[in-house]
């Protein structure tokens, strides 16, 4: 034993040498100017992995692309509103959070008044409770020729997507939990305006913790499609903006931590060797629009197959954190490049101000993968190819070890994905940021590379260098914004200025926007005003709302 052991320690660094060599070869970086192609859909799983759990992202972007096999913890609590204290026979929907669920808490008085209180039910997860996720707005009911948000829950069950089912959810839960029953599926995770749980079997693996008897704010309606009156219109905006609330707990990393997802076990809509035909579909196609049903037959028994593999393995994985790999390559880059689209935007500041701080903030970046050796020739401002190693350090510093075979052996095919993803990301930030650097250094405004480099500074045999450095932060500008659109990261979607104290940012959340789409155009209508609509979701931007009275409209 401690031979082999000795065997393999003594062998790893030649394997990751030679790992590295071949994932680190010049013929890859050798130029500065190829962007990504327009197919690519690294970015893409790299921003919905990173997402997952989130309300935020998954509320921005509607049509889930995800399913993910995970645990909901031994502890957990799950509520359950409803008309009467019976523990639920059939699958029903629980929330994880009660602000969620007492939408659903109520009875339904004969007489026409007010009830008297709503039954709460919370239940407790007594083992770990075998789940699966759809990632974006899954549990928001919506049709339309963009609204893909149940796509992938009826192209699993039903194996089509029918418009015409889109309100049927006792049959979508029912054969969810039919179809997991083979693999021990217990419930479902979907998110609308806070996450949610359907249960398969309210005896098995929770046990009921509480039948409260709530003291009722209203008589029990439910929105969409009931209007409340006017009457119960004040205590409805209260209901709706704490829901809304509750949901935005999770806004950000890390997301809702009541569930536990097993990354290694991921199945994407945009893994294109799994799904291939969505990639004609998505050409040109803004990002709200990418819809999953226009999957091919064949490319849907893979996808289908590949999701009956994973929650069937029972294989060892890498042992790999990908979340916090994920993570650390959003921590490092998104508010660097905030700040860099920041002093770029600064249009009343001095171009020669402006670009000495982009310099600088460039460097900032790129310092930990600057090698001692790498500094421009006589022919700099013409070729980059002396960064090329620069390049290469910042896109593989942190991915290059698990390319070795040591490591890869271990990679589940969903782990193979991730890592995918980890690559193409990276290979494009440190690209786009190493170029602008370079033709920072040709300009001459990198104060930092060593005394008598053989560096050409271009641009100072021109006199006067004030146009040509105004060009430049324009070049910078717009690489900039090129490259923030290409991540499109929703750390980045933020409320401008900031919300006061009285108020949270908001994005356009369903079923808050239920009147758009879902009746008839009014002939006499404007379409403008239509179209604006139609924005609203399709294309939700944030806006501050009031959390105290008088409530903003959502």
Request: proline letters at 6%; a negative charge.
């Amino acid at each position: 034993m401690h031979i082999l052991i000795l065997v393999l320690v003594t062998a790893l660094p030649a394997a990751i040498r030679a790992t590295q060599a071949a994932f680190q070869s010049d013929a890859q970086w050798s130029d500065l100017s190829a962007s990504p192609s327009p197919n690519a859909t690294g970015h893409l799983i790299f921003d919905t992995v990173s997402s997952l759990l989130q309300h935020w992202p998954n509320t921005r972007y509607r049509n889930g692309h995800n399913i993910v096999p995970g645990t909901v913890p031994v502890g957990t609590l799950l509520y359950h509103g409803r008309k009467n204290s019976s523990v639920p026979a059939i699958p029903e929907w629980t929330s994880l959070d009660p602000e969620h669920s007492y939408h659903f808490c109520g009875s339904s008085p004969t007489n026409g008044g007010d009830p008297a209180g709503c039954w709460q039910l919370t239940f407790v997860a007594t083992r770990p409770l075998k789940v699966l996720y759809f990632d974006g707005s899954s549990a928001a009911n919506m049709r339309g020729a963009d609204a893909g948000t149940l796509d992938a829950q009826d192209l699993l069950v039903w194996g089509e997507v029918d418009p015409d089912r889109w309100l049927e959810e006792r049959a979508r839960i029912n054969a969810m939990c039919d179809w997991g029953r083979e693999f021990g599926i217990e419930g479902y995770v979907r998110m609308e305006m806070d996450f949610e749980v359907m249960l398969c079997d309210f005896t098995a693996g929770v046990e009921l913790l509480a039948a409260d008897f709530l003291a009722a704010w209203h008589r029990r309606f439910i929105t969409p499609p009931v209007v409340p009156t006017d009457r119960n219109k004040h205590v409805a905006e209260i209901l709706r903006l704490e829901v809304v609330r509750a949901g935005s707990w999770h806004n950000a990393y890390p997301g809702d931590t009541r569930v536990a997802l097993d990354l290694t076990r991921l199945v994407s809509f945009y893994d294109p060797a799994l799904a291939p035909s969505l990639v004609a579909h998505r050409a040109g196609a803004p990002r709200w629009t990418h819809r999953v049903q226009n999957i091919s037959h064949t490319d849907l028994a893979a996808v289908r197959a590949r999701l009956r593999t994973v929650l069937a393995q029972s294989g060892s994985a890498s042992g790999l954190d990908w979340r916090t790999l994920f993570r650390g390559v959003t921590d490092r880059y998104a508010e660097r490049l905030e700040l860099l689209a920041h002093l770029l935007n600064a249009t009343e500041t001095p171009a020669r101000t402006t670009a000495a701080l982009v310099q600088t903030q460039l460097r900032v970046m790129l310092t930990p993968y600057i090698l001692h050796s790498a500094r421009p020739g006589t022919q700099a401002a013409v070729d980059d190819a002396w960064a090329a190693p620069v390049w290469r350090v910042c896109a593989t510093r942190h991915t290059a070890h698990i390319h070795a075979p040591a490591v890869r052996a271990w990679l589940t095919a969903s782990e193979a994905l991730l890592l995918g993803a980890l690559d193409d990301t990276g290979r494009e930030i440190c690209r786009a940021v190493v170029r602008m650097w370079v033709r920072g250094v040709s300009a001459g405004l990198d104060e930092l590379l060593p005394p008598g480099d053989e560096h050409v500074d271009v641009l100072a045999s021109d006199g006067d260098r004030t146009a040509d450095i105004a060009r430049l932060v324009e070049d910078w500008r717009a690489e900039t914004r090129a490259l923030m659109a290409w991540l499109d990261w929703g750390v980045w979607v933020k409320c401008r200025p900031a919300c006061g104290v009285e108020e949270m940012c908001y994005l356009p959340t369903w079923p808050y926007f239920w009147g758009w789409g879902f009746a008839p155009r009014d002939p006499d209508g404007d379409e403008d005003e239509e179209t604006r609509g139609r924005d609203v979701w399709l294309r939700p931007q944030p806006r501050c709302i009031r959390v105290v009275e008088p409530y903003s409209t959502l």
